[in-house]
Protein backbone atom coordinates (compact mmCIF):
# COMPACT_ATOMS: atom_id res chain seq x y z
CA UNK A 1 0.00 0.00 0.00
CA UNK A 2 1.61 3.01 -1.03
CA UNK A 3 1.92 6.33 1.46
CA UNK A 4 -0.48 8.47 -0.50
CA UNK A 5 -3.06 5.96 -0.57
CA UNK A 6 -2.74 5.27 3.58
CA UNK A 7 -2.43 8.65 4.04
CA UNK A 8 -6.25 9.42 1.90
CA UNK A 9 -7.57 6.43 3.87
CA UNK A 10 -6.69 7.95 7.38
CA UNK A 11 -7.76 11.62 6.31
CA UNK A 12 -11.24 9.81 5.02
CA UNK A 13 -11.68 7.88 8.53
CA UNK A 14 -10.79 11.20 10.77
CA UNK A 15 -12.83 13.18 8.82
CA UNK A 16 -16.12 10.59 9.37
CA UNK A 17 -15.24 10.46 13.18
CA UNK A 18 -15.50 14.81 13.02
CA UNK A 19 -19.03 14.22 11.47
CA UNK A 20 -19.61 12.15 14.06
CA UNK A 21 -19.02 15.20 17.06
CA UNK A 22 -15.58 12.89 18.03
CA UNK A 23 -12.64 15.16 19.06
CA UNK A 24 -10.17 12.95 19.81
CA UNK A 25 -9.27 9.61 19.07
CA UNK A 26 -6.61 6.91 20.75
CA UNK A 27 -3.03 7.31 18.99
CA UNK A 28 -2.59 3.36 19.83
CA UNK A 29 -5.85 1.62 20.22
CA UNK A 30 -4.07 -0.99 22.03
CA UNK A 31 -2.10 0.75 24.41
CA UNK A 32 -5.76 2.68 24.67
CA UNK A 33 -7.17 -0.27 25.75
CA UNK A 34 -4.32 -1.99 28.00
CA UNK A 35 -6.53 -2.42 31.18
CA UNK A 36 -2.36 -2.79 33.36
CA UNK A 37 -1.79 0.94 32.49
CA UNK A 38 -5.20 2.80 32.84
CA UNK A 39 -3.87 5.96 33.49
CA UNK A 40 -1.71 6.57 30.85
CA UNK A 41 -4.23 6.14 27.87
CA UNK A 42 -3.03 9.09 25.17
CA UNK A 43 -5.13 10.46 22.77
CA UNK A 44 -4.89 12.74 19.57
CA UNK A 45 -7.00 15.53 19.06
CA UNK A 46 -8.06 16.69 15.87
CA UNK A 47 -10.46 18.79 15.79
CA UNK A 48 -10.43 22.32 17.22
CA UNK A 49 -10.46 22.59 20.67
CA UNK A 50 -7.90 23.89 23.41
CA UNK A 51 -9.06 21.36 25.60
CA UNK A 52 -6.41 18.56 26.72
CA UNK A 53 -8.94 15.48 27.61
CA UNK A 54 -11.74 14.60 27.10
CA UNK A 55 -14.90 16.03 27.59
CA UNK A 56 -17.11 15.09 30.26
CA UNK A 57 -20.57 13.25 29.81
CA UNK A 58 -23.05 15.69 30.56
CA UNK A 59 -26.21 14.65 29.31
CA UNK A 60 -28.90 14.64 31.35
CA UNK A 61 -30.64 11.61 29.80
CA UNK A 62 -27.88 9.16 31.10
CA UNK A 63 -29.86 7.82 34.27
CA UNK A 64 -29.81 4.13 34.97
CA UNK A 65 -33.46 3.22 35.19
CA UNK A 66 -35.54 -0.60 35.39
CA UNK A 67 -37.69 -1.30 32.80
CA UNK A 68 -41.27 -1.35 33.88
CA UNK A 69 -42.29 -4.53 32.05
CA UNK A 70 -41.23 -7.82 32.87
CA UNK A 71 -38.71 -9.42 30.72
CA UNK A 72 -38.24 -12.83 29.85
CA UNK A 73 -35.53 -13.98 32.66
CA UNK A 74 -32.03 -14.96 32.80
CA UNK A 75 -31.00 -18.31 32.25
CA UNK A 76 -28.90 -20.40 35.38
CA UNK A 77 -26.38 -22.25 32.99
CA UNK A 78 -23.67 -20.81 30.86
CA UNK A 79 -24.71 -21.80 27.05
CA UNK A 80 -22.74 -21.69 24.20
CA UNK A 81 -23.23 -19.82 20.87
CA UNK A 82 -23.05 -22.69 18.81
CA UNK A 83 -25.52 -24.71 20.81
CA UNK A 84 -27.82 -22.13 20.66
CA UNK A 85 -26.87 -22.00 16.59
CA UNK A 86 -27.78 -25.79 16.51
CA UNK A 87 -30.91 -25.35 17.73
CA UNK A 88 -31.74 -22.67 15.18
CA UNK A 89 -31.34 -25.40 13.13
CA UNK A 90 -32.73 -24.32 8.99
CA UNK A 91 -35.31 -22.17 10.77
CA UNK A 92 -38.53 -22.51 9.34
CA UNK A 93 -40.80 -20.85 12.30
CA UNK A 94 -41.85 -17.73 10.86
CA UNK A 95 -42.66 -15.91 7.27
CA UNK A 96 -39.01 -15.15 6.44
CA UNK A 97 -37.57 -18.60 6.04
CA UNK A 98 -39.29 -18.83 2.36
CA UNK A 99 -37.76 -15.61 0.92
CA UNK A 100 -34.11 -15.53 2.80
CA UNK A 101 -30.61 -16.01 1.42
CA UNK A 102 -29.11 -17.27 4.62
CA UNK A 103 -29.51 -17.19 8.24
CA UNK A 104 -27.49 -14.28 10.00
CA UNK A 105 -27.01 -15.49 13.44
CA UNK A 106 -24.45 -13.05 14.79
CA UNK A 107 -20.24 -12.56 14.94
CA UNK A 108 -17.27 -11.68 16.97
CA UNK A 109 -16.38 -12.13 19.99
CA UNK A 110 -18.14 -14.95 22.07
CA UNK A 111 -17.06 -13.32 25.39
CA UNK A 112 -17.07 -9.79 24.69
CA UNK A 113 -18.16 -6.96 27.26
CA UNK A 114 -19.99 -4.91 24.38
CA UNK A 115 -22.64 -6.18 22.48
CA UNK A 116 -24.81 -4.23 19.71
CA UNK A 117 -27.77 -5.38 18.76
CA UNK A 118 -29.64 -4.38 15.67
CA UNK A 119 -33.07 -4.53 13.73
CA UNK A 120 -32.26 -7.31 11.09
CA UNK A 121 -30.56 -8.14 8.10
CA UNK A 122 -30.26 -6.46 5.09
CA UNK A 123 -29.30 -7.24 1.16
CA UNK A 124 -25.59 -7.59 2.29
CA UNK A 125 -25.97 -9.30 5.33
CA UNK A 126 -28.67 -11.89 3.72
CA UNK A 127 -25.75 -12.68 0.75
CA UNK A 128 -22.90 -12.59 3.14
CA UNK A 129 -24.62 -14.66 6.59
CA UNK A 130 -23.02 -12.06 8.46
CA UNK A 131 -24.20 -8.97 10.38
CA UNK A 132 -23.56 -5.46 9.40
CA UNK A 133 -21.63 -5.89 6.63
CA UNK A 134 -22.85 -3.27 4.09
CA UNK A 135 -22.67 0.13 3.98
CA UNK A 136 -24.12 0.54 7.61
CA UNK A 137 -22.36 -1.96 8.61
CA UNK A 138 -19.03 -0.13 7.34
CA UNK A 139 -20.46 3.13 9.77
CA UNK A 140 -20.73 0.46 12.72
CA UNK A 141 -17.28 -0.25 13.05
CA UNK A 142 -16.01 3.20 12.76
CA UNK A 143 -18.47 4.13 15.49
CA UNK A 144 -16.84 0.90 17.61
CA UNK A 145 -13.04 1.94 16.58
CA UNK A 146 -13.93 5.77 17.80
CA UNK A 147 -14.10 4.48 21.56
CA UNK A 148 -11.03 2.42 21.49
CA UNK A 149 -12.43 -1.15 20.55
CA UNK A 150 -12.14 -3.45 17.66
CA UNK A 151 -14.99 -4.57 15.41
CA UNK A 152 -13.64 -8.09 16.61
CA UNK A 153 -13.09 -7.01 19.95
CA UNK A 154 -17.43 -6.62 20.26
CA UNK A 155 -20.06 -9.73 19.61
CA UNK A 156 -22.69 -7.61 16.72
CA UNK A 157 -26.16 -9.62 16.15
CA UNK A 158 -29.61 -8.83 15.06
CA UNK A 159 -33.04 -9.09 16.81
CA UNK A 160 -34.80 -10.99 13.57
CA UNK A 161 -32.35 -13.43 11.78
CA UNK A 162 -33.48 -13.45 8.42
CA UNK A 163 -34.04 -10.54 6.11
CA UNK A 164 -37.33 -8.91 5.73
CA UNK A 165 -38.07 -8.48 2.38
CA UNK A 166 -37.50 -5.00 0.69
CA UNK A 167 -35.71 -4.01 3.74
CA UNK A 168 -38.92 -3.61 5.94
CA UNK A 169 -39.75 -3.45 9.84
CA UNK A 170 -40.14 -6.49 11.46
CA UNK A 171 -43.75 -7.60 12.25
CA UNK A 172 -44.89 -8.37 15.54
CA UNK A 173 -45.15 -12.30 14.86
CA UNK A 174 -41.44 -12.53 13.02
CA UNK A 175 -39.61 -10.65 16.24
CA UNK A 176 -41.84 -13.49 18.51
CA UNK A 177 -40.79 -16.18 16.21
CA UNK A 178 -36.79 -14.84 16.57
CA UNK A 179 -36.57 -13.07 20.26
CA UNK A 180 -35.95 -16.05 22.53
CA UNK A 181 -32.69 -16.88 20.36
CA UNK A 182 -31.15 -13.07 20.95
CA UNK A 183 -32.42 -13.43 24.64
CA UNK A 184 -30.41 -16.85 25.01
CA UNK A 185 -27.13 -14.96 22.91
CA UNK A 186 -27.42 -11.97 25.47
CA UNK A 187 -27.22 -14.67 28.28
CA UNK A 188 -24.52 -16.64 26.37
CA UNK A 189 -22.37 -14.25 26.19
CA UNK A 190 -22.99 -11.70 29.18
CA UNK A 191 -21.59 -8.63 28.04
CA UNK A 192 -21.14 -5.25 30.24
CA UNK A 193 -23.19 -2.98 27.78
CA UNK A 194 -25.40 -3.75 25.27
CA UNK A 195 -26.02 -1.22 22.46
CA UNK A 196 -29.40 -1.43 20.64
CA UNK A 197 -29.37 0.08 17.30
CA UNK A 198 -32.91 1.52 16.40
CA UNK A 199 -36.41 1.53 17.33
CA UNK A 200 -37.30 -2.14 16.76
CA UNK A 201 -34.41 -3.48 18.86
CA UNK A 202 -34.71 -0.50 21.32
CA UNK A 203 -38.24 -1.87 21.91
CA UNK A 204 -38.50 -5.34 21.23
CA UNK A 205 -35.44 -5.38 24.15
CA UNK A 206 -37.10 -2.94 26.51
CA UNK A 207 -40.68 -4.31 25.55
CA UNK A 208 -41.88 -0.54 24.96
CA UNK A 209 -43.60 1.36 22.36
CA UNK A 210 -41.52 4.44 22.83
CA UNK A 211 -39.68 6.43 20.05
CA UNK A 212 -36.00 5.85 19.64
CA UNK A 213 -35.24 9.52 19.92
CA UNK A 214 -36.55 9.57 23.38
CA UNK A 215 -35.04 5.86 24.53
CA UNK A 216 -31.69 6.92 23.28
CA UNK A 217 -29.25 8.47 25.63
CA UNK A 218 -30.23 6.27 29.12
CA UNK A 219 -28.85 3.53 30.51
CA UNK A 220 -31.13 0.50 31.84
CA UNK A 221 -30.39 -2.13 33.99
CA UNK A 222 -30.72 -5.37 31.80
CA UNK A 223 -30.02 -8.98 32.04
CA UNK A 224 -27.29 -8.46 34.07
CA UNK A 225 -25.87 -5.66 31.53
CA UNK A 226 -25.99 -2.13 31.05
CA UNK A 227 -28.22 -1.22 27.95
CA UNK A 228 -28.49 2.07 26.07
CA UNK A 229 -30.60 2.40 22.74
CA UNK A 230 -28.85 4.68 20.16
CA UNK A 231 -29.77 5.27 16.62
CA UNK A 232 -28.79 3.09 13.83
CA UNK A 233 -26.29 3.47 11.29
CA UNK A 234 -28.39 3.26 8.33
CA UNK A 235 -30.42 6.05 9.85
CA UNK A 236 -26.96 8.34 10.70
CA UNK A 237 -26.82 7.48 6.62
CA UNK A 238 -29.72 9.27 5.84
CA UNK A 239 -29.77 11.41 8.53
CA UNK A 240 -25.82 12.73 9.04
CA UNK A 241 -26.56 15.63 11.32
CA UNK A 242 -28.02 13.33 14.18
CA UNK A 243 -24.27 11.72 14.05
CA UNK A 244 -23.34 13.87 16.94
CA UNK A 245 -26.25 12.54 19.23
CA UNK A 246 -24.31 9.21 18.51
CA UNK A 247 -21.43 10.12 19.58
CA UNK A 248 -22.64 11.48 22.79
CA UNK A 249 -24.34 8.10 23.09
CA UNK A 250 -20.81 6.12 22.68
CA UNK A 251 -19.24 8.30 25.48
CA UNK A 252 -21.44 6.99 27.84
CA UNK A 253 -20.75 3.36 27.05
CA UNK A 254 -16.95 3.92 26.79
CA UNK A 255 -17.31 5.35 30.11
CA UNK A 256 -19.49 2.01 31.10
CA UNK A 257 -16.64 -0.46 30.32
CA UNK A 258 -13.30 0.05 32.58
Known amino acids: MNRQFLGEQIHGHLQ ?3 ELGVRYVFSDVSFGRDKSRPNETRFVEFATSKSSSLPS ?53 PHAELMFVGE ?12 FVGRAGR ?14 DVYICNTLKCRPPRNRNP ?38 TEAIGKLRGRLTNYRGAKLLATYHPAYLLRSPLEKRKVWDDMRIVRDCIP
Not at 69 to 91: F, H, K, V
Not at 120 to 131: K, V
Not at 190 to 206: E, F, H, S, Y
Open 16 to 18: LYK
Open 57 to 109: ISNPQSTIHNPQSQLPPLTTTDEALDAILADMGNCQRCKLAPTRTNLVFGSGN
Open 171 to 208: ETDEIAACEGFLFRQIDAVKPKVIVALGAPAAQTLLRT
Open 120 to 131: APGEDEDAQGLP
Open 139 to 152: LLTLIIESIGFKRE
